[in-house]
């Protein structure tokens, strides 16, 4: 046997210059083929003296380890060679990519998620109720006078409401959810309800006839004003995904007492003042309050025992914030130039 | 409403904060401050008095005492000091009869005789026009002055003008008339209350006074009215007669019946001074039953508990005593507070509370975070099902829309729909129903969107509604001939909702219904899974989009989303991979015209049973080559077995059964 270094060296060299796969095989073959020299060696370990047993043995196997391990490693480098020739040439990288045509859910659909994701995660339930009600549900469990004559100074614009013939009429806020929901379930509770609402009002840039509201409900031992501050300020923060100032206001609601309304300072221009918040600064997002005891009267459960939070506010609002739409009659004119770019 | 910020400072001693300032701070703790505005050297302040304080707050003096409260200040109450002329007696000269007391709860009167009509001294023009009034006369002009500081609408009459020297408040006849100061006639009935005297109507009552007994530059001796009238009826009367003014907005929201004195009072000063008339003795005041402050047992524990901070009972009685709540402990913890009766919006230890949390300021609450038992949210399943349908939708290429919940009296004509829902007082008549099907409004999207975008797909999840109730509907539309497109979108969404076996049958309209039909006769199905009817796929009629000026074909289907939801499911079964190789053998049927694909299929599963895996059609050929009234048709044969490689002996063996039996019927040819 020669030299095994030299060997090495040799074979090597050999596998260097190799020029395709058919090469590369009979160098394979010359010395690891049925007939070829290291085989031949390895066969012939049973003839050799013992005492140059062990060692030839051990050199041979290094020796057919080292050759596959350089025949792999030139055959990765001819393959990857060739293909590199097949597909010669240069690619403009610039050249647009072509897009999978893929659908859009609406900005709505999209904001409504982020609210029941976020008020999930803080253990509210997502509840819905029916969007044609009745007065009871829409105004006089809610505490809302209904044939007070004046009651239209008192319920704001939850009055501008459609009737229907027949005597129904469209709910004008996804409160009546509150107590379809308190008349089958005993507190403690959590929930909030998301929902299309109507209200009879010409349209423009801010208003429209049917929008969404989304709902929300606490009620248990000892829930408080702070309480709420708590919750609203976390799902505030989540929301615009930054720390969001907001202040309370007094106002009045039929159906809460003490009542306030929520601003949020202006998310578009930070507090500066801006067109979005006729420059004060500050957005007016909501109406909250703690649940007025004759709502809890009406529903069957004694003011005395149970303590809660209510809060609507307009998701299309929120929505305009979050994505900057100036105009709410995007969301129901189904124009996919809008549409596609959510 | 408008504000003087000089009048409101004329109620202190102390200087008021600029009026920007005090316009934040009543926006925080009171009422929004919408606008503050130069006018001369006084400052128009806007505030927009919620309306459950407009009893107590439509008035200068109101505010001021609001102020008082919030900046700690002390207010002067403005001067009514009288000096009667004890030679004339009021009720020798005029008499009052109040014929309904429901709904005149008091009626208060002076007389003041020897005025001087003339116009008003500048400062109280100043005043009024700042409040939007116009100067008419000094007597007019304090009347009005005094209802915008007190809030008690005030009324004058020229005494001789008044027949038989007595005025009566009741309801009117039908059929009289009143000429009114605005100088219009009205025409009254017997829901609206008047001010009358032997004969005829002086005044529509709490509303607007009349030409009959008019303050004019001849008039020496006036009677002042000061009342109380109930909210109910002059909010009646005002509508009925399409009148709101000054008065009739603050008698809608109500006002405290003790107010009438001191306001009268406050008026006769003003004009005895200013206009040098003589009051006459005495108030005539009818005021069957007087209204007494409320007391209310305020929990200390409560207070604390549903702001949410620790309020020390010092700062609690210092808040009440500020708004004019006198309030006495009765034991710890407990204290009574005396409500004065012109704070007519609170009664409840809540109302209370609102005072109490609003002074104190919600921005002094800090945040803290509820203690509830930990109750993970229970899953909506109808939410979730949406979601997870909408998702499917997306990734399929839909696009979401959202329309509006109404359709209009000529939509409804287009499709006939049965059993609408009409609004009683639509917006206009665009939206005049509720909408029967999501269909009409997708139309609309389709014809708004054809010239810009070219194919469209779109999809909306919504609400529709007729006389049996209020449904979730899924309805999707595509543009082009894409039928079988829509028939996969449908296949493909059931799968992944986890609804096996859903079919589709065919459709016959009756001729009735086919006239207005939505759908292309025999170009449409019935979706159904098991027996259950489910929705209905089909092309669109094209009478229906050349009324909705849409180009070209348009295929929907339509969903029960209740249904779908209740049949969907999360389960979702492996199928194990078999590692047996599959052989495919493929078939070509030459069948008349009418033979529907399904009933191919079925034979070749029956026949082959178990060890066919799949079938899958991959040709339909109708042509010149073939015979009049045939189709060829070409199906994909999978063969495979999951505990074995098939032989070609095995497999041949189907494949003949299979030929045989679907060439059973001598109209079927299998070309091999």
Same mark, same amino acid.
């Given at each position: 046997?020669?030299?095994?270094?030299?060997?090495?060296?040799?074979?090597?060299?050999?596998?260097?210059?190799?020029?395709?796969?058919?090469?590369?095989?009979?160098?394979?073959?010359?010395?690891?083929?049925?007939?070829?020299?290291?085989?031949?060696?390895?066969?012939?370990?049973?003839?050799?003296? /013992?005492?140059?047993?062990?060692?030839?043995?051990?050199?041979?196997?290094?020796?057919?380890?080292?050759?596959?391990?350089?025949? /792999?490693?030139?055959?990765?480098?001819?393959?990857?060679?060739?293909?590199?020739?097949?597909?010669?040439?240069?690619?403009?990288?610039?050249?647009?990519?072509?897009?999978?045509?893929?659908?859009?859910?609406? *900005?709505?659909?999209?904001?409504?998620?982020?609210?029941?994701?976020?008020?999930?995660?803080?253990?509210?339930?997502?509840?819905?109720? *029916?969007?044609?009600?009745?007065?009871?549900?829409?105004?006089?469990?809610?505490?809302?006078?209904?044939?007070? *004559?004046?009651?239209?100074?008192?319920?704001?614009?939850?009055?501008?409401?459609?009737?229907? /013939?027949? %005597?129904?009429?469209? #709910?004008?806020?996804?409160?009546?959810?509150?107590?379809?929901?308190?008349?089958?379930?005993? *507190?403690?509770?959590?929930?909030?309800?998301?929902? #299309?609402?109507?209200?009879?009002?010409?349209?423009?840039?801010?208003?429209?006839?049917?929008?969404?509201?989304?709902?929300?409900?606490?009620?248990?031992?000892?829930?408080?004003?702070?309480?709420?501050?708590?919750?609203?300020?976390?799902?505030?923060?989540?929301?615009?995904?930054?720390?969001?100032?907001?202040?309370? #206001?007094?106002?009045?609601?039929?159906?809460?007492?003490?009542?306030?309304?929520?601003?949020?300072?202006?998310?578009?221009?930070?507090?500066?003042?801006?067109?979005?918040?006729?420059?004060? %600064?500050?957005?007016?997002?909501?109406?909250?309050?703690?649940?007025?005891?004759?709502?809890?009267?009406?529903?069957?459960?004694?003011?005395?025992?149970?303590?809660?939070?209510?809060?609507?506010? %307009?998701?299309?609002?929120?929505?305009?914030?979050?994505?900057?739409?100036?105009?709410?009659?995007?969301?129901?004119?189904?124009?996919?130039?809008?549409?596609?770019?959510? | 409403?408008? +504000?003087?910020?000089?009048?409101?400072?004329?109620?202190?001693?102390?200087?008021?904060?600029?009026?920007?300032?005090?316009?934040?701070?009543?926006?925080?703790?009171?009422?929004?401050?919408?606008?503050?505005?130069?006018?001369?050297?006084?400052?128009?302040?806007?505030?927009?008095?919620?309306?459950?304080?407009?009893?107590?707050?439509?008035?200068?003096?109101?505010?001021?005492?609001?102020?008082?409260?919030?900046?700690?200040?002390?207010?002067?109450?403005?001067?009514?000091?009288?000096?009667?002329?004890?030679?004339?007696?009021?009720?020798?000269?005029?008499?009052?009869?109040?014929?309904?007391?429901?709904?005149?709860?008091?009626?208060?009167?002076?007389?003041?005789?020897?005025?001087?009509?003339?116009?008003?001294?500048?400062?109280?023009?100043?005043?009024?026009?700042?409040?939007?009034?116009?100067?008419?006369?000094?007597?007019?002009?304090?009347?009005?002055?005094?209802?915008?500081?007190?809030?008690?609408?005030?009324?004058?009459?020229?005494?001789?003008?008044?027949?038989?020297?007595?005025?009566?408040?009741?309801?009117?006849?039908?059929?009289?008339?009143?000429?009114?100061?605005?100088?219009?006639?009205?025409?009254?009935?017997?829901?609206?209350?008047?001010?009358?005297?032997?004969?005829?109507?002086?005044?529509?009552?709490?509303?607007?006074?009349?030409?009959?007994?008019?303050?004019?530059?001849?008039?020496?001796?006036?009677?002042?009215?000061?009342?109380?009238?109930?909210?109910?009826?002059?909010?009646?009367?005002?509508?009925?007669?399409?009148?709101?003014?000054?008065?009739?907005?603050?008698?809608?929201?109500?006002?405290?019946?003790?107010?009438?004195?001191?306001?009268?009072?406050?008026?006769?000063?003003?004009?005895?001074?200013?206009?040098?008339?003589?009051?006459?003795?005495?108030?005539?005041?009818?005021?069957?039953?007087?209204?007494?402050?409320?007391?209310?047992?305020?929990?200390?524990?409560?207070?604390?508990?549903?702001?949410?901070?620790?309020?020390?009972?010092?700062?609690?009685?210092?808040?009440?005593?500020?708004?004019?709540?006198?309030?006495?402990?009765?034991?710890?913890?407990?204290?009574?507070?005396?409500?004065?009766?012109?704070?007519?919006?609170?009664?409840?230890?809540?109302?209370?509370?609102?005072?109490?949390?609003?002074?104190?300021?919600?921005?002094?609450?800090?945040?803290?975070?509820?203690?509830?038992?930990?109750?993970?949210?229970?899953?909506?399943?109808?939410?979730?099902?949406?979601?997870?349908?909408?998702?499917?939708?997306?990734?399929?290429?839909?696009?979401?829309?959202?329309?509006?919940? +109404?359709?209009?009296?000529?939509?409804?004509?287009?499709?006939?729909?049965?059993?609408?829902?009409? @609004?009683?007082?639509?917006?206009?008549?665009?939206?005049?129903?509720?909408?029967?099907?999501?269909?009409?409004?997708?139309?609309?999207?389709?014809?708004?969107?054809?010239?810009?975008?070219?194919?469209?797909?779109?999809?909306?999840?919504?609400?529709?509604?007729?006389?049996?109730?209020?449904?979730?509907?899924?309805?999707?539309?595509?543009?082009?001939?894409?039928? +079988?497109?829509?028939?996969?979108?449908?296949?493909?969404?059931?799968?992944?909702?986890?609804?096996?076996?859903?079919?589709?049958?065919?459709?016959?309209?009756?001729?009735?219904?086919?006239?207005?039909?939505?759908?292309?006769?025999?170009?449409?199905?019935?979706?159904?899974?098991?027996?259950?009817?489910?929705? +209905?796929?089909?092309?669109?009629?094209?009478?229906?989009?050349?009324?909705?000026?849409?180009?070209?074909?348009?295929?929907?289907?339509?969903?029960?989303?209740?249904?779908?939801?209740?049949?969907?499911?999360?389960?979702?079964?492996?199928?194990?991979?078999?590692?047996?190789?599959?052989?495919?053998?493929?078939?070509?049927?030459?069948?008349?015209?009418?033979?529907?694909?399904?009933?191919?299929?079925?034979?070749?599963?029956?026949?082959?049973?178990?060890?066919?895996?799949?079938?899958?059609?991959?040709?339909?050929?109708?042509?010149?080559?073939?015979?009049?009234?045939?189709?060829? @048709?070409?199906?994909?044969?999978?063969?495979?077995?999951?505990?074995?490689?098939?032989?070609?002996?095995?497999?041949?063996?189907?494949?003949?059964?299979?030929?045989?039996? @679907?060439?059973?019927?001598?109209?079927?040819?299998?070309?091999?």
């Amino acid at each position: 046997m020669k030299n095994s270094n030299l060997l090495k060296k040799e074979v090597g060299n050999e596998i260097k210059s190799a020029k395709d796969l058919r090469e590369l095989d009979q160098i394979f073959n010359k010395y690891l083929g049925k007939k070829g020299e290291i085989t031949l060696i390895l066969k012939g370990l049973k003839d050799t003296p /013992k005492e140059e047993r062990a060692k030839v043995g051990k050199e041979a196997n290094l020796f057919k380890n080292f050759i596959e391990k350089e025949i /792999k490693g030139k055959k990765e480098n001819i393959r990857f060679a060739g293909a590199v020739a097949e597909d010669a040439g240069w690619i403009d990288i610039t050249i647009p990519g072509r897009k999978p045509f893929i659908g859009h859910l609406h *900005p709505l659909t999209q904001t409504k998620r982020k609210f029941e994701e976020i008020f999930q995660s803080m253990g509210f339930s997502v509840i819905e109720g *029916p969007e044609i009600e009745n007065e009871f549900y829409n105004f006089e469990a809610l505490n809302i006078p209904v044939h007070h *004559p004046a009651r239209s100074t008192f319920c704001l614009s939850l009055c501008r409401t459609f009737y229907l /013939k027949g %005597g129904n009429l469209l #709910r004008s806020h996804t409160s009546p959810v509150q107590i379809r929901y308190m008349e089958k379930h005993h *507190p403690p509770l959590r929930i909030i309800v998301p929902g #299309r609402i109507f209200r009879n009002e010409a349209t423009d840039a801010k208003h429209e006839f049917n929008f969404y509201h989304i709902e929300g409900l606490m009620v248990d031992k000892s829930v408080s004003i702070a309480n709420f501050k708590a919750i609203l300020q976390e799902f505030l923060n989540k929301f615009f995904q930054k720390t969001i100032k907001m202040r309370l #206001r007094p106002t009045y609601f039929p159906f809460t007492e003490p009542s306030f309304e929520v601003d949020i300072e202006c998310v578009i221009c930070g507090g500066k003042g801006c067109s979005t918040c006729l420059g004060s %600064g500050w957005i007016e997002m909501m109406g909250a309050g703690m649940v007025h005891p004759n709502v809890f009267k009406n529903v069957g459960l004694n003011p005395k025992d149970w303590q809660g939070f209510a809060f609507g506010m %307009g998701m299309d609002r929120f929505a305009m914030m979050k994505y900057k739409i100036n105009d709410i009659r995007f969301f129901y004119a189904g124009d996919l130039r809008f549409l596609r770019q959510f | 409403m408008v +504000f003087s910020y000089n009048w409101l400072q004329s109620f202190f001693k102390k200087k008021l904060p600029k009026p920007e300032k005090l316009a934040e701070i009543l926006t925080m703790a009171s009422f929004e401050v919408s606008k503050v505005e130069k006018r001369g050297n006084d400052f128009l302040l806007d505030i927009d008095v919620l309306p459950n304080r407009a009893p107590d707050c439509f008035s200068h003096f109101g505010i001021a005492r609001e102020c008082a409260a919030l900046l700690n200040y002390k207010i002067q109450t403005p001067s009514a000091k009288l000096k009667e002329d004890k030679n004339k007696r009021a009720r020798d000269l005029i008499k009052i009869e109040v014929k309904d007391k429901v709904a005149c709860l008091r009626y208060s009167a002076r007389v003041i005789s020897e005025v001087k009509v003339g116009s008003s001294p500048k400062w109280l023009k100043e005043r009024l026009e700042i409040c939007g009034l116009q100067s008419i006369n000094n007597i007019v002009d304090f009347a009005n002055y005094t209802m915008l500081e007190t809030g008690q609408p005030l009324h004058a009459f020229d005494a001789e003008k008044i027949a038989g020297g007595k005025i009566t408040v009741r309801f009117a006849r039908k059929g009289e008339k009143i000429s009114a100061l605005d100088g219009k006639k009205y025409e009254l009935d017997n829901n609206i209350l008047l001010i009358a005297d032997r004969k005829e109507p002086l005044a529509i009552a709490g509303i607007k006074g009349g030409k009959k007994a008019e303050i004019d530059k001849n008039t020496k001796i006036i009677v002042l009215e000061s009342a109380n009238f109930n909210p109910i009826v002059i909010s009646k009367s005002s509508k009925k007669l399409n009148l709101r003014t000054d008065a009739s907005l603050r008698f809608e929201h109500g006002i405290d019946p003790n107010l009438t004195e001191s306001a009268i009072n406050r008026v006769a000063s003003l004009i005895a001074e200013i206009a040098k008339g003589k009051v006459a003795k005495g108030l005539i005041d009818f005021y069957p039953k007087k209204v007494l402050p409320q007391k209310i047992k305020l929990d200390l524990k409560y207070v604390d508990s549903l702001i949410g901070a620790k309020i020390s009972e010092k700062e609690i009685k210092n808040i009440l005593e500020r708004l004019g709540f006198k309030n006495k402990k009765i034991k710890t913890q407990l204290i009574e507070v005396t409500v004065p009766t012109l704070r007519l919006d609170v009664s409840l230890p809540e109302d209370l509370i609102e005072e109490i949390a609003r002074i104190h300021g919600y921005k002094n609450v800090v945040l803290i975070s509820p203690i509830a038992t930990l109750i993970p949210p229970v899953k909506n399943l109808e939410i979730f099902w949406e979601d997870m349908t909408k998702n499917i939708l997306k990734d399929m290429g839909f696009s979401e829309v959202y329309n509006y919940s +109404f359709i209009s009296k000529k939509e409804n004509d287009i499709f006939n729909f049965k059993n609408l829902i009409e @609004l009683e007082n639509p917006l206009s008549s665009d939206y005049q129903y509720l909408r029967p099907s999501l269909i009409p409004n997708l139309l609309k999207n389709v014809s708004k969107n054809q010239k810009i975008v070219g194919e469209i797909k779109i999809f909306e999840l919504g609400k529709i509604f007729r006389k049996a109730g209020e449904k979730r509907m899924l309805t999707v539309l595509m543009n082009g001939d894409r039928f +079988f497109e829509a028939k996969g979108t449908i296949d493909l969404l059931f799968n992944k909702l986890g609804i096996a076996k859903v079919w589709y049958d065919e459709f016959e309209a009756t001729p009735e219904e086919s006239k207005t039909s939505l759908w292309v006769q025999k170009r449409c199905a019935e979706i159904k899974v098991n027996q259950e009817e489910l929705g +209905f796929l089909g092309e669109i009629s094209p009478k229906i989009l050349e009324k909705f000026k849409i180009v070209g074909k348009v295929v929907s289907f339509d969903l029960d989303f209740e249904k779908l939801s209740r049949l969907s499911s999360e389960e979702h079964e492996f199928r194990p991979i078999s590692s047996y190789p599959a052989a495919i053998q493929d078939i070509a049927v030459l069948v008349p015209g009418d033979v529907l694909v399904d009933e191919i299929l079925n034979k070749i599963q029956i026949a082959g049973g178990k060890l066919v895996r799949d079938v899958d059609l991959f040709d339909i050929y109708e042509g010149e080559e073939l015979p009049e009234g045939k189709k060829n @048709l070409a199906f994909h044969i999978i063969y495979q077995a999951e505990d074995r490689t098939l032989s070609s002996d095995e497999i041949n063996k189907i494949h003949k059964k299979i030929i045989s039996s @679907l060439e059973e019927n001598p109209e079927w040819q299998v070309r091999k």
